[in-house]
């Protein structure tokens, strides 16, 4: 059974730090990209940062320097650690899996610039885990 759960979300104070992980299991695929993306109530879905299967990454331009993605050494858990929060990062965060495309790709993807390649997973993404920053 496939699955795709995100865990470590929280409430924290602007300037304070959270990290995210993510656990796909029951993929098969040989080679893939995975990513986070953040939807925040009556806003459009953001990518924020993605990792291809050699470990390049890339990142959304406002969170550049304050979040970091990485993923384990056996690809099944997916990493986001982010500091110096803004109240501006409050959103749903959720991870997703896509096939084997540049990450930079993966971005445009999940902000919504780019409608391929489709999502080769059921499900692509999880149900999210809440990140909340105050001022």
């Known amino acids: 059974q496939v699955k795709v759960v995100e865990s470590g979300g929280g409430s924290v104070q602007a300037g304070g730090a959270l990290r995210l992980s993510c656990i796909f299991s029951?993929?098969?695929?040989?080679?893939?990209?995975m990513g986070w993306f953040r939807q925040a109530p009556g806003k459009e879905r953001e990518g924020v940062a993605a990792?291809?299967?050699?470990?390049?990454?890339s990142y959304k331009e406002s969170v550049k320097g304050r979040f970091t993605i990485s993923q384990d050494d056996a690809k099944k858990t997916l990493i986001l650690q982010m500091s110096n929060l803004k109240p501006e990062d409050t959103a749903v965060y959720y991870c997703?899996?896509?096939?084997?495309?540049?990450?930079?790709?993966?971005?445009?993807?999940?902000?919504?610039?780019?409608?391929?390649?489709?999502?080769?997973?059921?499900?692509?993404w999880g149900k999210g885990t809440q990140v909340t920053v105050s001022s």
């Open positions: 029951g993929h098969t695929s040989p080679r893939y990209t």
């Open positions: 990792i291809d299967f050699e470990g390049n990454s």
């Open positions: 997703a899996r896509w096939g084997d495309i540049p990450s930079s790709q993966l971005l445009r993807i999940m902000t919504g610039l780019d409608q391929s390649p489709a999502c080769p997973f059921l499900p692509c």
